[in-house]
């Protein structure tokens, strides 16, 4: 059992260039979510999905682009990235039901010269 | 807006030692509360949670208690091991959202033999 699947696990980026984190869970969830975690801030929600083809937008979402075309994956897009978007990249996913804990991949550390 | 405040790190104890993790809330309505643990390298574990005031969750020998009349979820461990080193997360949603989490800024913990 895969869980939540998350890739790459590191990538440098020059500014300005584009980049695709990508995220797959096998376990059927309705909904994925991701996050940024940078150091003394915890974990900060950018966007999430409740379902295929609905998306909507978190606590920072500025900079970054997603899609839900399958239940499966939810990629997350830098057009353009700048330094500000150093950090720990986790996805994360869960049943609709409520009460139902989300489970998180193991994380992309993105760095931006 | 829904905020998490937990105390500063990082936090060393020994062997066998009490652990506590202070964690105080702010949000609108009845909110659900989590811990969630990060071992080095991996991405966040679910470690107990409370839905309602006066729930008490467990996990592990941790436990928490929601105080509705304090805003507090406090983390606590009789005695800790080795294992236990990680970085523990406060995080809370809204009733019904869980897919939305508000997450504290993390406390490392190292537990030495």
């Known amino acids: 059992n895969a869980g939540v699947t998350q890739t790459p696990k590191f990538q440098v980026l020059k500014t300005g260039q584009s980049m695709t984190l990508q995220c797959a869970q096998d376990?059927?969830?309705?909904?994925m979510s991701w996050y940024r975690q940078d150091p003394g801030m915890g974990l900060r929600l950018i966007h999430y999905?409740?379902?295929?083809?609905?998306?909507d937008q978190g606590e920072v979402p500025n900079g970054y682009n997603v899609s839900r075309s399958t239940t499966e994956d939810f990629p997350l897009r830098l057009l353009s990235a700048a330094p500000s978007q150093t950090s720990v990249y986790f996805c994360?996913?869960?049943?609709?039901?409520?009460?139902?804990?989300?489970?998180f991949g193991d994380g992309t550390r993105l760095s931006i010269l | 807006g829904n905020s998490v405040t937990q105390m500063e790190g990082p936090v060393t104890l020994s062997e066998e030692a009490f652990l506590t993790i202070n964690c105080t809330y702010t949000?609108?309505?009845?909110?659900?509360l989590f811990w969630y643990v990060q071992y080095p390298g991996e991405g966040l574990q679910l470690l107990l949670k409370?839905?309602?005031?006066?729930d008490k969750g467990s996990n592990k020998g941790f436990e928490a208690t929601y105080r509705k009349e304090t805003t507090s979820f406090h983390l606590e461990k009789g005695s800790v091991q080795v294992s236990d080193s990680a970085v523990y997360f406060c995080?809370?949603?809204?009733?019904?959202?869980?897919?939305?989490?508000?997450f504290g800024a993390g406390t490392t913990v190292t537990v030495r033999a």
């Open positions: 994360a996913s869960s049943y609709g039901r409520s009460n139902q804990p989300q489970h």
């Open positions: 949000a609108t309505g009845y909110p659900s």
């Open positions: 376990m059927n969830h309705e909904y």
């Open positions: 999905s409740v379902g295929a083809g609905i998306t």
């Open positions: 409370a839905t309602k005031a006066d």
């Open positions: 995080a809370l949603s809204d009733r019904g959202n869980d897919y939305k989490l508000s």
